[in-house]
């Protein structure tokens, strides 16, 4: 079993993976037609992929998903549907833009999980058998391709 602190920290991810999935998904939506809608689908089946390789980790190393926090993650994407698709402000392009910067900040959230597990691979042969370096590559990637659209949107939604 893994350490307390550990599991905290792997369930505290896979809430934020869990709803980095839903918004990806309906960032893939929001995008059909529109040049960057084929690039959100391969972020949105590499962010599932993602989600998936931290749910396998933590089975590996015996922690537990912590239901209140799964709970609470389902509620707070379905309580953010309204705000990114632009119906609590009006504006189709600040829905957008809000919800490519929280897609954007999640995707470094991830990034910084797999950069911390580098840290302490050495301790759990679960984490150094796990291809770390492909995963923080990607990751990188992720966020750098969300950021390229969020400040495209930045320049229609912010005027």
């Known amino acids: 079993m893994a350490d307390k602190a550990l599991e905290i920290y792997l369930n505290d991810h896979l809430a934020g993976a869990m709803l980095g ?39 590996q190393l015996d922690v537990g998903r912590n239901p209140v926090k ?32 929280s897609m954007m900040l999640g995707v470094t959230g991830k990034l910084a999980l797999w950069r911390a597990l580098e840290r302490v691979a050495d301790r759990y042969p679960a984490i ?20 390229e659209e969020r400040l495209r949107t930045a320049e229609r939604a912010l005027v």
């Open 128 to 147: 150094a058998a796990t291809d770390l370096d492909e995963l923080i590559r990607r990751a990188t990637l992720q966020r750098d391709t969300l950021e």
């Open 70 to 101: 799964q709970a609470t993650t389902w509620l707070a994407e379905k309580a953010s549907r309204p705000k990114f698709s632009g119906l609590t402000s009006g504006e189709p392009d600040v829905g957008y833009f809000m919800a490519l910067e």
């Open 21 to 59: 999935t839903d918004l990806a998904e309906q960032i893939r939506e929001r995008s059909e037609g529109d040049p960057f809608g084929d690039v959100m689908t391969g972020l949105a089946a590499q962010i599932e992929e993602d989600r998936e390789t931290l749910v396998a980790l933590m089975e």
